[in-house]
């Protein structure tokens, strides 16, 4: 009997916990545990992240890990360390910003910031590697290069590119940056079909003022594509959709990283002109 009462008590009690715990503590737990069961199906979307721009060790690695997985699979660049790192030189000179989850602390997304005064440390831009940036020294203002942005990609669904570009807002507004500069990348995995069917909208509508106008060092060899619209809309990866939303302009044509197995289209964003529902939303 003094069992069937304590097993009826133990009940009872559970009954009374769940009804005192907060709906949200509870799909806290059930997300919990349906991310440790599989990340390799359906797309995560997680609503509990938040930004920061670290100097832990930890944290940096973990980035260039992230970024080593991220271009390595997706854009098939080949690495020269044997670490499963992607590092370089200009890691030491830029600031790190990271977009986690709370729930288990894993970095979900990154972005590296390069300042004006940082860059003159460096010696130059990450983007003059692959552009010839002498128009652009008729930009006014403070200019703030975004680079080796990744994301993880069950994370990629909106909120962790929401999450990135508010510390990246946060960062820039902070800094008082005029203009934004970097590079989206488009992976070459399916032979150059992708950017053949989106070049030619993005030099009608995208291209900015010939007087601000990039040249590649190395352009992308097009051949006899890139020279027809595509017949069915074309998809816009989910970063370079994101700068475009913004308000961004496309500094010319593409340079072709060959080590990363990509092209790069060269970013100028002038923060006076972002788009008011995004500049309300990130920048204010």
């Given amino acids: 009997m003094f069992d069937q009462l304590g097993a009826l008590l133990k009940r009872q009690t559970q009954q009374l916990r769940e009804l ?30 938040y930004f920061n721009v670290t100097t832990s060790k930890k944290d940096i690695i973990a980035s260039q890990r992230l970024r080593y997985r991220v271009f390595s699979e997706e854009y098939g660049a080949q690495f020269k360390n044997k670490h499963d790192l992607d590092l370089d030189k200009f890691d030491k000179y830029c600031s790190h910003l990271v977009v986690k989850n709370q729930n288990d ?8 910031l390069l300042t004006q005064k940082q860059m003159i ?19 006014d203002g403070k200019v703030l290069e975004i680079g080796r942005t990744c994301v993880h990609p069950k994370y990629r669904s909106g909120a962790a590119i929401n999450t990135l570009w508010q510390g990246i ?18 992976p070459l995995l399916d032979g150059g079909q992708l950017i053949d069917e989106l070049i030619p909208k993005i030099r009608r509508e995208y291209f900015v003022d010939e007087t601000l106008r ?26 370079l959709k994101a700068y475009l939303r913004l308000g961004a302009k496309i ?16 970013i100028l964003i002038d923060v006076e002109n972002i788009s008011p529902r995004y500049k309300e939303r990130f920048f204010n």
């Fill in 169 to 186: 807002a946060h960062f820039s507004n902070t800094y008082e940056a005029r203009h934004l500069i970097g590079c989206a990348s488009i």
């Fill in 105 to 112: 602390e894993d970095i979900v997304a990154y972005t590296r």
């Fill in 121 to 139: 440390k460096a010696g130059r831009w990450y983007s003059e590697h692959e552009f010839d940036l002498g128009n652009l020294a008729k930009l």
């Fill in 20 to 49: 005192l715990t907060p709906k949200a503590k509870i799909v806290h737990e059930l997300n919990k545990k349906e991310r440790k069961a599989d990340l390799s199906n359906n797309s995560i979307d997680d609503l509990e992240l």
């Fill in 251 to 266: 500094g010319g044509e593409p340079y072709w990283d060959k080590e990363f197995n990509c092209v790069d289209l060269f």
């Fill in 214 to 239: 990039v040249t590649p060092h190395t352009p992308f060899d097009f051949g006899q594509a890139g020279s027809k619209e595509a017949q069915t809309t074309v998809k816009i990866p989910p970063l």
